[in-house]
């Protein structure tokens, strides 16, 4: 995703409602009752992937530690958007529901007060980041990546994991 177009979801609540709309219409995304478990689970594959970056590092197959940090992030997203009783099949479906529900432009009061940290700007872009880098390091024949990158974005999902964790306490999940 284009950082440009990001923009336009995050800067405008008609737009983001639309694409939900048809991202719903296309059965990507689907609301759902407030599965604790569920959620429970996807933080469990997170910080299972977690530990897949550790050793894929050790091992020097950094393709996959990438792809093992967008995995990271992407449970942990999906725990995050079951709180709020949505559950989806799409990257962008998930992104969607956690500019509407949980970037900071978006919270009510009441959120404000549930939550201590919540989603900003730079943690929706890096969520994008380990996605593109995922699709590269899935897709291309590309082998060799940078292990400094790869150990910082590593640390970058951890953050971002551990985010969402917080958040989630907070909501007693």
């Known amino acids: 995703m284009k950082e440009y177009d990001l923009q336009k979801l995050i800067n405008n609540p008609k737009i983001l409602d ?8 296309k059965k990507l995304l689907f609301k759902q009752g407030i599965d604790k478990e569920e959620a429970k689970g ?10 897949f970056i550790v050793a894929a590092l ?40 956690i500019i509407k529900e949980f970037y900071k432009k978006g919270l009510t009061k009441q959120d404000i007060e549930l939550f201590s940290s ?3 700007y730079e943690d929706i872009l890096f969520y994008i980041e380990t996605k ?3 699709e590269d390091a899935t897709y291309s024949t590309k082998t060799l990546f940078d292990k ?16 969402i964790k917080n958040i989630l306490e907070e909501k007693e999940l």
């Open 118 to 120: 919540f989603l900003d």
């Open 132 to 134: 593109n880098k995922r």
């Open 58 to 97: 050790k091992e020097g197959f950094y393709d996959w530690a990438l792809t093992g940090c967008y995995y990271s992030c992407y449970h942990a997203a999906l725990a995050l958007i079951l709180t709020k009783g949505y559950t989806s099949k799409n990257h962008l479906a998930t992104l969607c529901i």
């Open 148 to 163: 400094k990158y790869v150990e910082k974005l590593r640390i970058k999902s951890a953050m971002f994991v551990n985010k």
């Open 18 to 25: 639309e694409k939900i709309k048809e991202l719903m219409e």
């Open 42 to 51: 996807h933080l469990l594959k997170a910080e299972h992937n977690l530990r």
